[in-house]
């Protein structure tokens, strides 16, 4: 019964480790494209995606994160880089309404099976959120672009894996009920 798609998406695994191979613009424009045909509320498609391959910008809001990280008192390692210091990120906004969340879910989990299909990984990345903790909303958002009235909801990074890919790990029992 299993099927390629099936099999692509029990071996998609978070990867937290990157060469510095860049990903190029044809496979990101896929990637983002796939983002875009997620399923989203009423259809109302308010999201806004910033892509961000900019090394210095991707340093800086690894460096916001960290001491907004820091100043909430989030233990990590000294050295530690919340993309992994992947090559790729793009950070996920929506209006703020009904499933704005949800739909900027399902948006990267889409964008990470079409970069496992071509043979990138990623990781989503909701530390990003601290960044807020830290500076100013309003130039943070300049710095990624994050428009008017958009919400900062989550970030994805994307890169070529370091190593083998992760060993899955155990799902929880009993979480699974069937009224027949
Ligand atoms: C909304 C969301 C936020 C996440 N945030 C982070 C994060 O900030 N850093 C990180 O390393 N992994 C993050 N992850 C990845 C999870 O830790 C990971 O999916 C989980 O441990 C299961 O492992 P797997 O994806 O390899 O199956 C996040 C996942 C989701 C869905």
């Not at 900019?54 to 460096?63: K, S």
């Not at 916001?64 to 909430?72: E, S, V």
């Not at 992994?84 to 969340?101: K, N, R, T």
């Not at 970030?155 to 890919?165: E, K, L, S, V």
Request: aromatic share 8%; hydrophobic share 35%; glycine share 6%.
């Amino acid at each position: 019964m299993k099927n390629q798609v099936i099999e692509l998406l029990l071996d998609r695994r978070s990867v937290r480790d990157f060469t510095n191979q860049p990903i190029d613009d044809e496979s990101l424009k896929l990637i983002i494209e796939c983002g875009m045909y997620a399923p989203n509320a009423k259809n109302k498609q308010n999201w806004h995606f910033s892509v961000i391959t900019n090394r210095d910008v991707i340093e800086e809001i690894n460096r916001i994160t960290l001491a907004g990280m820091d100043r909430l008192g989030i233990k990590r390692e000294a050295d530690y880089h919340i993309f992994y210091h992947a090559p790729a990120v793009i950070i996920l906004s929506s209006m703020i309404e009904g499933f704005s969340e949800m739909n900027c879910g399902c948006a990267v989990e889409n964008m990470s099976i079409a970069a496992k299909s071509l043979g990138i990984d990623s990781c989503i990345v909701g530390q990003t959120r601290f960044m807020y903790h830290q500076s100013n909303p309003i130039d943070i958002n300049r710095l990624v672009k994050i428009p008017e009235g958009y919400e900062h909801d989550v970030a994805i990074c994307f890169g070529y894996r370091n190593g083998p890919n992760p060993e899955p790990k155990p799902r929880k029992e009993g979480i699974v009920d069937y009224i027949k």
